[in-house]
């Protein structure tokens, strides 16, 4: 067993729903960035969504001719995954790259010589290491969130000092519960009893005083989902702005949230290209309609005028000191000026 296998069996074993929510989020954010680029051109041999897989979790993949012993892809074009060998050059990339399937079979690429080499990014870095970051913040969110709804419930726990007490409040609140016959008691019921009151003790373990507080453990967690998909390519905006902000500054968090994204395009393209060079190929690559969308609005935001300012909802049209002091109100008399006469 793995250290990781391991890890995942304790953490599951103790802490089953910590596990369920990480592997969930895992799989949102992995599904999502898998679906970033559109794919044309493919052999059928080559599916677009290990593309994407292998290299959000490798962060690097090699495509080559398969000549192993699996017969069904005996001499087509396949991608795998892979590692740079040990010997780097100038800049310390490995000369070659050893590729490996997923039953086993490993070779050497050479590069641009029996294969090529494509990258996720211009780092040689997957993206499985900033989906981990924000699958353990928002784990640990989503496990207090749960916590405090547990905590907030209306559940009294009602003190018994016998068990005969014990089950006559059982017995009331399970007709309760199932709205059966009225409950009558005499006076020498056990309800009366309890405590030498008619008032059952209750422990206050819960305070559904406290649900307002939810909300704010509800925004931690849209911050973060929102900061993971604004770094994405998609900018998710908030819902207000600041006074006297331009639409280009409203707007700008679009043309940050891109600089990742036309990254990742740009080294897939580079590499399918070196790849239909080598095999005869005519891949290409392009942003999915979710993105293309998305980078439409971040490529006509040149055409924006940047002195263009929004209109504050909030501001009061008839008040006064909105108006420039410097200007004068229109039938203000002329102020005269020295030398001038009546």
């Given at each position: 067993?793995?250290?990781?296998?391991?890890?995942?069996f304790i953490l599951g074993?103790?802490?089953?729903?910590?596990?369920?929510?990480?592997?969930?989020?895992?799989?949102?954010?992995?599904?999502?960035?898998?679906?970033?680029?559109?794919?044309?051109?493919?052999?059928?041999?080559?599916?677009?969504?290990?593309?994407?897989?292998?290299?959000?979790?490798?962060?690097?993949?090699?495509?080559?001719?398969?000549?192993?012993?699996?017969?069904?892809?005996?001499?087509?074009?396949?991608?795998?995954?892979?590692?740079?060998?040990?010997?780097?050059?100038?800049?310390?990339?490995?000369?070659?790259?050893?590729?490996?399937?997923?039953?086993?079979?490993?070779?050497?690429?050479?590069?641009?010589?029996?294969g090529v080499v494509i990258?996720?990014?211009?780092?040689?870095?997957?993206?499985?290491?900033?989906?981990?970051?924000?699958?353990?913040?928002?784990?640990?969110?989503?496990?207090?969130?749960?916590?405090?709804?547990?905590?907030?419930?209306?559940?009294?726990?009602?003190?018994?000092?016998?068990?005969?007490?014990?089950?006559?409040?059982?017995?009331?609140?399970?007709?309760?519960?199932?709205?059966?016959?009225?409950?009558?008691?005499?006076?020498?019921?056990?309800?009366?009893?309890?405590?030498?009151?008619?008032?059952?003790?209750?422990?206050?373990?819960?305070?559904?005083?406290?649900?307002?507080?939810?909300?704010?453990?509800?925004?931690?967690?849209?911050?973060?989902?929102?900061?993971?998909?604004?770094?994405?390519?998609?900018?998710?905006?908030?819902?207000?702005?600041?006074?006297?902000?331009?639409?280009?500054?409203?707007?700008?968090?679009?043309?940050?949230?891109?600089?990742?994204?036309?990254?990742?395009?740009?080294?897939?393209?580079?590499?399918?290209?070196?790849?239909?060079?080598?095999?005869?190929?005519?891949?290409?690559?392009?942003?999915?309609?979710?993105?293309?969308?998305?980078?439409?609005?971040?490529?006509?935001?040149?055409?924006?005028?940047?002195?263009?300012?929004?209109?504050?909802?909030?501001?009061?049209?008839?008040?006064?000191?909105?108006?420039?002091?410097?200007?004068?109100?229109?039938?203000?008399?002329?102020?005269?000026?020295?030398?001038?006469?009546?």
């Open positions: 067993m793995t250290n990781q296998k391991l890890y995942d074993k103790f802490y089953p729903e910590k596990i369920s929510f990480a592997w969930t989020l895992k799989d949102i954010f992995i599904n999502m960035l898998a679906s970033m680029f559109t794919y044309e051109g493919l052999p059928e041999s080559i599916r677009p969504e290990f593309i994407e897989r292998f290299l959000i979790l490798n962060g690097s993949i090699a495509g080559w001719k398969y000549d192993g012993d699996d017969k069904k892809f005996k001499d087509k074009l396949i991608v795998s995954i892979g590692g740079e060998s040990e010997q780097p050059d100038i800049y310390g990339v490995g000369r070659d790259y050893i590729a490996a399937t997923q039953n086993g079979y490993t070779k050497t690429i050479e590069r641009e010589v029996n990258y996720n990014n211009s780092l040689y870095q997957p993206d499985i290491q900033i989906i981990n970051a924000f699958v353990d913040e928002l784990t640990e969110m989503f496990v207090s969130l749960r916590t405090n709804i547990l905590y907030t419930r209306n559940k009294p726990v009602f003190k018994a000092a016998t068990d005969k007490e014990r089950r006559a409040i059982q017995e009331a609140f399970e007709k309760i519960k199932n709205d059966l016959e009225p409950i009558i008691v005499t006076s020498t019921n056990v309800m009366e009893e309890i405590e030498g009151s008619e008032t059952v003790k209750v422990l206050d373990i819960t305070d559904v005083q406290n649900a307002d507080k939810l909300q704010y453990i509800v925004k931690s967690i849209d911050d973060a989902f929102r900061w993971f998909f604004t770094l994405y390519g998609q900018a998710v905006q908030g819902n207000g702005k600041l006074a006297q902000q331009t639409v280009k500054e409203v707007d700008g968090s679009t043309s940050l949230s891109f600089i990742y994204p036309n990254d990742r395009l740009k080294m897939r393209q580079e590499g399918f290209d070196r790849f239909n060079k080598m095999f005869g190929t005519n891949i290409t690559v392009r942003f999915s309609d979710a993105w293309l969308t998305e980078s439409i609005k971040y490529k006509n935001e040149a055409d924006i005028d940047s002195d263009q300012l929004l209109e504050d909802p909030a501001a009061d049209p008839a008040d006064p000191a909105a108006d420039d002091p410097a200007d004068p109100p229109a039938d203000a008399p002329e102020e005269k000026k020295e030398g001038d006469t009546e």
